[in-house]
C-alpha cells in the first residue's frame, strides 16, 4: 500500500504574554491576607502515622526545628490541629 502524504500544518508561534497581571494578582492576594502564625516543627514525624508525616509535609515542615510562616485559615487550622502534638504554633507580629 502506498503511504499517504500528510499535509503540514501552518507553523503558529503564540505571542509571549507579559506575567505582569498574575503578579499583580498574587501581591494583590498576599497584602489581603491577614493574619500570619508561625508554625515550628518540635517533633519529629518518625515512628507517627504516615497521615501525620504527609500533613507536615502539606505545611511545608522538612525536618525537625523547621520554622514556616503560614496565613491563619481554616484549612491550616485543621492541619495543625491534626498535627499539634509534633509542632508549636504562634502568631506572628505585624
Not at 16 to 39: C, D, F, M, N, Q
Not at 48 to 61: E, K, S
Not at 63 to 75: A, R, T
Amino acid at each position: 500500500m502506498p503511504s499517504r502524504a500528510r499535509a503540514s500544518k501552518p507553523a503558529t508561534r503564540k505571542a509571549k504574554t507579559a506575567k505582569k497581571p498574575a503578579a499583580r494578582k498574587r501581591a494583590k492576594a498576599e497584602a489581603k491576607s491577614g493574619p500570619k502564625l508561625i508554625v515550628k516543627q518540635v517533633r519529629s514525624g518518625i515512628g507517627h502515622a504516615q497521615t501525620y508525616r504527609l500533613t507536615l509535609r502539606a505545611l511545608g515542615l522538612k525536618h525537625h526545628q523547621d520554622e514556616i510562616v503560614v496565613n491563619d485559615h481554616p484549612s491550616i487550622r485543621g492541619m495543625l490541629a491534626k498535627v499539634h502534638h509534633l509542632v508549636s504554633v504562634r502568631p506572628q507580629e505585624a
